[in-house]
């Protein structure tokens, strides 16, 4: 009788798992609560009205129909339970296993306070990116039949907390939106009039990132007309405001880039969780005491071999995939894998038109090389030729007129 191998994910980290698996006589079963995989470092473009959705999502089913052994079960997952081997899902079934992977990526994470998720969307999703780009574009369009000052600098007020490389990116990219590309389109209000804070606790953005490049990319920011509020925390979130320290910022806006925690479905493992509610990892990636569970992606606090663990990043989740795959196919042939070891090939975020950094094989870049090189990958790793046509030819239309091509409203409540 085959193996059966159930993946819970169908992001970079499990779709990567199945793909290496092609043609291994096993059973796969790939889980995800949605029908396609999300490149999700392009999702801010999405928010910002420079790609729309299709450009950066393909249906799973699409991607692994020429692979026989894969089976998709758009479900999902609540509790795992490890001594039975088996799975419970949200419509009340179960499923079982002999070998599990756990690639369920991570969620926002408002450090005790959900009630900000209402008001202060965070972006992991596609609806996320959605809701926030028709959040930005409305504003607009309701600052411009304000007839209060009062009303209208609060809806052209945006703030972004957490300068990560998310942060960056979409503080970078809503600053011009508000300051560049609508200018002479409005009537009622200038450029000039809208405002964009990028609010970090830390003592720099892009923190993880070499210092040179955390002022550069600084620099870029204020360049752009941002407000960049370094070492300040935010006490409180309302519909119409925000607190930063003494500070009261009326806004209608605020968007949320501060945290991740792993999915609340990883307690039901009983092993231990990071501070993230990461579950800690073995160096093969196993479950400990159990090698027929490995936990890859952001949802694993994966040793990095020097006391730390390596952070939730793409680059991360995809080399953590091929090496999965290749351990189970090791596990079914009754050999025993070697540790799992991340290659770091670097990093790199960009910050707006023709603005980037990147900190590629400890070689530092910025400005139009470092959004080249930037380009270049992100393109790569798209799945699908039309993606990647469709991409680029956005990216040449923004690039040369500055102007955004999806900044349309589906959703006049907003």
């Avoid at 042939?333 to 900190?359: C, E, N, W």
Wanted: with cysteine; aromatic share 8%.
């Amino acid at each position: 009788m085959r193996p059966k191998i159930v993946i819970i994910g169908g992001g970079f980290a499990g779709l990567n798992v199945a793909k290496g698996l092609k043609h291994t006589a096993a059973d796969i079963v790939l889980i995800d609560r949605t029908n396609h995989h999300l490149f999700q470092p392009l999702l801010y473009q999405v928010a910002t009205a420079t790609l729309s959705p299709r450009d950066i999502a393909a249906p799973l089913r699409s991607i692994l129909r020429k692979q026989g052994n894969v089976k998709i079960e758009m479900a999902e997952v609540t509790a795992i339970h490890k001594d039975e081997k088996k799975l419970s899902m949200s419509d009340g079934s179960e499923m079982s296993y002999d070998y599990l992977v756990i690639a369920v990526g991570s969620r926002h994470s408002y450090f005790g306070h959900p009630e900000w998720e209402s008001v202060a969307p965070g972006l992991k999703t596609l609806q996320d990116a959605v809701r926030i780009r028709e959040k930005v574009l409305s504003s607009l369009e309701r600052a411009e039949r304000a007839t209060d000052k009062v009303i209208q600098r609060r809806l052209l007020t945006y703030v972004i907390v957490g300068a990560g490389p998310t942060g960056v990116e979409m503080a970078g990219a809503i600053s011009e939106i508000v300051k560049k590309s609508i200018q002479d389109e409005f009537r009622t209000f200038g450029t000039d009039e809208t405002r964009v804070l990028l609010v970090e606790g830390g003592p720099r953005v892009l923190l993880p990132y070499p210092e040179s490049l955390s002022t550069v990319a600084r620099n870029d920011l204020q360049e752009m007309g941002v407000e960049v509020r370094l070492n300040s925390t935010v006490t409180d979130i309302k519909s119409d405001g925000i607190q930063i320290g003494d500070e009261w910022i009326p806004t209608e806006t605020v968007i949320w880039a501060a945290g991740n925690m792993a999915s609340p479905m990883l307690g039901s493992l009983e092993t231990p969780l990071d501070r993230m509610g990461r579950v800690e990892v073995n160096p093969d990636l196993t479950v400990p005491g159990y090698p027929d569970i490995m936990v890859i992606g952001d949802c694993a606090a994966a040793p990095d071999g020097n006391g730390k663990f390596l952070p939730g990043i793409g680059p991360v989740a995809m080399q953590a995939g091929h090496y999965t795959a290749s351990a189970l196919r090791q596990r079914l042939k009754g050999q025993v894998p070697s540790s799992f070891r991340y290659f770091d090939k670097g990093t790199m975020a960009t910050i707006g038109h023709l603005r980037a950094v990147a900190y590629v094989f400890g070689l530092k870049f910025t400005g139009l090389i470092a959004w080249v090189l930037w380009s270049i990958i992100h393109v790569l790793y798209l799945i699908g030729f039309r993606n990647k046509l469709t991409v680029i030819m956005e990216w040449m239309w923004s690039m040369t007129t500055t102007k955004r091509s999806v900044r349309l409203i589906a959703n006049s409540k907003q």
